[in-house]
């Protein structure tokens, strides 16, 4: 008989942290219909994630989960956990990982999946962004094609990345916005300031027409 995986309990200072996060994207309509999820860092060998199915507006202490970093999932996980799991075994500093299915991120993975990336130019918003101090840069967005084999999807985009990705986010094609930082804070401030990029982006496409 396998023995019981022994997880740490979940403080309550980190399920208000993702309960607060899930409001803030709720409010936004970045998570309808139940989607998304959100993470956090419990120490260098677990984190706590949000469970499949619940209403990401209204998150309490029972909607979370505890999971070891280095062992099978636990049934109830969202099925995205692969993903997030993945994200934090390649960067031991990643506290905070969110995900969310706004209009803008799923539209333009769409609208630009055949070249791999949505290129976004000369915003003051880039500075949002860790590692970037002028706006006087281009950023390039990574989109991934989506796979509902999310362990094989986590293997290709891990290799992908390279463990050293330019931006703190990628996008899944038709699918949504994946973004991380060292707190969530840091996860949340990237999470905004790409959103606004690519809400800015596809605005600027439409008047294009
Ligand atoms: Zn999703």
């Given at each position: 008989m396998r023995m019981a995986l022994h997880l740490p309990t979940i403080p309550?200072?980190?399920a208000g942290d993702i309960a607060a996060i899930g409001r803030f994207a709720a409010g936004r309509g970045w998570v309808p219909a139940t989607?998304?999820?959100?993470?956090?860092?419990?120490?260098?060998?677990?984190?706590?994630?949000?469970?499949?199915?619940?209403?990401?507006g209204a998150i309490g202490a029972r909607d979370l989960i505890a999971v070891a970093l280095d062992a099978p999932l636990p049934a109830g996980v969202s099925a995205e956990t692969p993903l997030h799991v993945a994200r934090y075994r390649a960067d031991a500093r990643i506290g905070a990982i969110?995900?969310?299915?706004?209009?803008?991120?799923?539209?333009?993975?769409?609208a630009d999946a055949a070249r791999g990336y949505v290129e976004l130019d000369g915003f003051e918003m880039h500075k949002a962004l860790a590692g970037i101090t002028t706006?006087?840069?281009?950023?390039?967005?990574?989109?991934?094609?989506?796979?509902?084999?999310?362990?094989?999807?986590?293997?290709?985009?891990?290799?992908?990345?390279?463990?050293?990705?330019?931006?703190?986010?990628?996008?899944?094609?038709?699918?949504?916005?994946?973004?991380?930082?060292?707190t969530m804070d840091d996860a949340r401030r990237h999470l905004e300031g790409v959103e606004f990029l690519l809400t800015c982006a596809l605005e600027e496409r439409r008047l294009r027409r």
């Amino acid at each position: 008989m396998r023995m019981a995986l022994h997880l740490p309990t979940i403080p309550d200072e980190v399920a208000g942290d993702i309960a607060a996060i899930g409001r803030f994207a709720a409010g936004r309509g970045w998570v309808p219909a139940t989607s998304g999820n959100f993470s956090r860092r419990l120490d260098s060998g677990h984190i706590a994630i949000t469970r499949s199915g619940i209403d990401k507006g209204a998150i309490g202490a029972r909607d979370l989960i505890a999971v070891a970093l280095d062992a099978p999932l636990p049934a109830g996980v969202s099925a995205e956990t692969p993903l997030h799991v993945a994200r934090y075994r390649a960067d031991a500093r990643i506290g905070a990982i969110v995900h969310v299915h706004s209009v803008a991120a799923t539209v333009l993975s769409r609208a630009d999946a055949a070249r791999g990336y949505v290129e976004l130019d000369g915003f003051e918003m880039h500075k949002a962004l860790a590692g970037i101090t002028t706006h006087e840069s281009t950023v390039r967005l990574p989109i991934f094609a989506n796979d509902q084999d999310t362990h094989a999807l986590a293997e290709r985009i891990e290799a992908a990345l390279g463990g050293e990705p330019s931006v703190p986010g990628y996008l899944l094609a038709g699918h949504g916005l994946y973004a991380w930082g060292a707190t969530m804070d840091d996860a949340r401030r990237h999470l905004e300031g790409v959103e606004f990029l690519l809400t800015c982006a596809l605005e600027e496409r439409r008047l294009r027409r």
